[in-house]
């Protein structure tokens, strides 16, 4: 690796609180963890005896590790199914591991940074799964070896390495699978698919541009972080960081509040994909950014079915989108709007899932309320729990009304993060993945870590109560009755720390994290058939600090009642891992490699000369359910 790529990766980290999230914040003390006297004791006192020996954990777990490749817990082992640049459409050209293959070459080929992901299954033993790519390593893409785009040819390798990759997946030996090819379902959809917008927003005036007046078709999707899969089978994927695509070459450009609000910043937007194609420069075309930040819905059993904006799901930074039917039939979505300080959003259908007709459900998504969560302490002032309210984001309630800016339930959806502001929601610490426990329905978000949180503007609160908040929490709520309910109990179900680092105090995390399991910024998240809850890490790998002894990202299991934690897996070096997505036996688990060697630190996978994001299948020697 040349130090060139070395440079330019550690200047285009896609998130850019990595770099500033210095080491050296040292603990507050248990003073400082008082917040308005909602933790009157100390974090080690919380669960005291918290067993250890869960017989949910079927593994032992593993010690961290800094080294470039897959560590996985005794028994199991870690195969990589398909990679960044493999030809997935008929007629692809091979990877060129110089980075010489073009545009055209990549919209046949496995996009980059694979993130979220779900498994379709066709019958036993073959099925799609749907991969997001979420963004591009421009090093590695670029055959130059540049953080930016130099030509309208990069710019289009880049959006066709954008977005979500479909492919048909065979099962060989031992629950090790294989990628079929060709295959009719095989699809890349990028950021130049065409879809259309349904729901309260399709057809808005900020929705439309001058290459779409009807603001219903939109051109392609970016960003795709992490997933869903609804009970009639299609795949949800969700769009993130798309405003740092956008930007303009107008020096005078002025940013509109509502641009503002979703962090536009175009003088020095992170990609430059508006210097070659006019699409994305916000002075040319100020609603193209309207027009992207929303929850995509994907046959992917149908290869020629277009893909579906869903404006009632509102627009932000989606993280993922946890789907669970409540008890009387309505669907219900949560997600997380992943910035610092932003909200946690739940969508409750109007009508009811019907599984013996699934065509019936193809308005569910359209019709429905979005609700904002309110976190606060309980009565008796009890730290780390608390209680909480579903705050509506109705046209004409609570304030939502032209008065405030809000026409109409179109503008309420398409600015929902200034909805959500005017009915002060909770800000919390950078919502990421959640997931609903099929056991018992209660759903856990990861809050990934918050640097800012502390600073003015952000105070602490009880459910975001560490300023600095370097290491990250998993929240949990019970809803008062069903998932439909407009209040809920929360508590912490686990406070990221560092006892090596921190041996006392509000960095030292709750009592289920040990030197043995330490980790930071908890990220990715999923439960599995038996309740397992998977945790995937997306954060510091310095192994230095207050991150010693954690070394590389890592794959951790929980056990949901004991709270007891265990490491089971580790990426390679500078990766993040996420994604996850079980086959209906639970034998093989898929597990996303995403942008091994962003600080130009890896030959992953098999020594490769441009470390490659890959889709990882965990199984199990002896043929058993992974994690058992
Ligand atoms: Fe794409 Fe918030 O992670
Ligand atoms: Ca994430
Ligand atoms: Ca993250």
């Not at 031992?174 to 057809?203: D, H, Q």
């Not at 019709?367 to 209680?387: H, N, Q, S």
Request: glycine share 10%; hydrophobic share 35%; aromatic share 8%.
């Amino acid at each position: 690796m040349n130090d060139k790529i070395i440079t330019l990766n550690a200047d285009r980290l896609q998130d850019p609180q990595r770099r500033k999230l210095l080491a050296g914040t040292g603990a507050v003390g248990l003073t400082g963890f008082l917040g308005g006297g909602l933790l009157s004791v100390p974090v080690n006192a919380l669960a005291e005896g918290t067993p250890a020996g869960s017989a949910l954990l079927g593994f032992k777990g593993i010690t961290a590790s800094t080294a470039d490749e897959m560590v996985v817990a005794a028994g199991y082992r870690a195969d990589v199914l398909i990679s960044w640049g493999e030809p997935i459409i008929e007629g692809a050209a091979a990877f060129d591991p110089e980075g010489k293959n073009s545009a055209a070459d990549q919209e046949k080929q496995f996009g980059d940074n694979n993130d979220g992901m779900s498994y379709f299954p066709i019958d036993e033993n073959r099925g799609l799964l749907a991969i997001n790519n979420e963004y591009v390593n421009e090093p590695y893409l670029f055959v130059h070896g540049g953080s930016k785009a130099t030509s309208l040819e990069d710019v289009r390798k880049s959006q066709a390495a954008h977005g979500i990759s479909v492919i048909e997946i065979q099962r060989g030996e031992n629950n090790r699978w294989a990628l079929v090819r060709p295959s009719r379902y095989n699809r890349r959809i990028t950021a130049n698919t065409e879809m259309r917008f349904t729901g309260p927003a399709a057809g808005d005036k900020a929705l439309q541009t001058a290459a779409d007046p009807s603001g219903l078709k939109v051109l392609g999707t970016f960003g795709n972080c992490a997933n869903g899969k609804t009970p009639w089978g299609t795949y949800l994927t969700c769009e993130e960081n798309y405003d740092t695509y956008f930007g303009t070459q107008q020096a005078d450009y002025v940013v509109t509040p509502a641009q503002k609000r979703y962090t536009l910043n175009p003088s020095e937007p992170e990609r430059n994909w508006a210097d070659f194609d006019a699409r994305f420069d916000v002075a040319k075309n100020p609603n193209e950014f309207n027009r992207h930040g929303w929850i995509v819905e994907i046959d992917p059993m149908d290869p020629t079915s277009t893909p579906i904006k869903r404006t009632a799901l509102g627009r932000f930074k989606h993280e993922n989108a946890a789907v669970t039917v409540a008890k009387n039939g309505q669907l219900v979505v949560y997600m997380g709007d992943d910035e610092r300080g932003e909200y946690i959003y739940k969508f409750v259908s109007n009508e009811k899932v019907d599984n013996a007709n699934p065509a019936a459900n193809k308005t569910l998504l359209d019709e429905g309320t979005l609700y904002v969560a309110e976190f606060t302490g309980d009565a008796a002032g009890t730290p780390l729990k608390g209680i909480g309210r579903w705050l509506p984001l109705v046209h004409g309630q609570h304030g939502l009304t032209a008065e405030n800016g809000f026409q109409s339930q179109a503008d309420i959806l398409i600015n929902a993060r200034g909805a959500a502001d005017v009915v002060k929601a909770t800000r919390m610490d950078r919502p990421e993945w959640i997931a609903v426990n099929p056991h018992d329905g209660r759903a856990y978000c990861t809050l990934t870590n918050n640097s800012k949180r502390g600073d003015e503007g952000m105070p602490v609160n009880p459910a975001n109560p560490r300023p600095k908040n370097i290491y990250g929490q998993i929240i949990r709520w019970d809803e008062k009755g069903d998932a439909t309910a407009q209040q809920f109990s929360w508590d912490i179900y686990v406070l990221c720390g560092n006892p090596i680092a921190h041996p006392e105090g509000i960095y030292r995390g709750t009592p289920n994290v040990t030197a043995e399991n330490t980790f930071n910024s908890p990220d990715g998240l999923g439960f599995d058939h038996d309740g397992r809850l998977w945790i995937l890490t997306d954060g510091k790998y310095s192994n230095k600090g207050d991150y010693q002894g954690q070394g590389n990202n890592q794959c951790l299991v929980g056990d949901p009642v004991s709270g007891e934690i265990r490491r089971f897996m580790v990426g390679p070096k500078s990766c993040e891992l996420t994604g996850i997505a079980f086959t209906p036996d639970y034998k093989t688990m898929f597990v996303n490699v995403q942008h091994p060697g962003e600080e130009g630190d890896s030959h992953f996978p098999n020594n490769s000369p441009r470390p490659r994001s890959s889709v990882i299948m965990v199984t199990r020697e002896d043929g058993g359910v992974i994690g058992a």
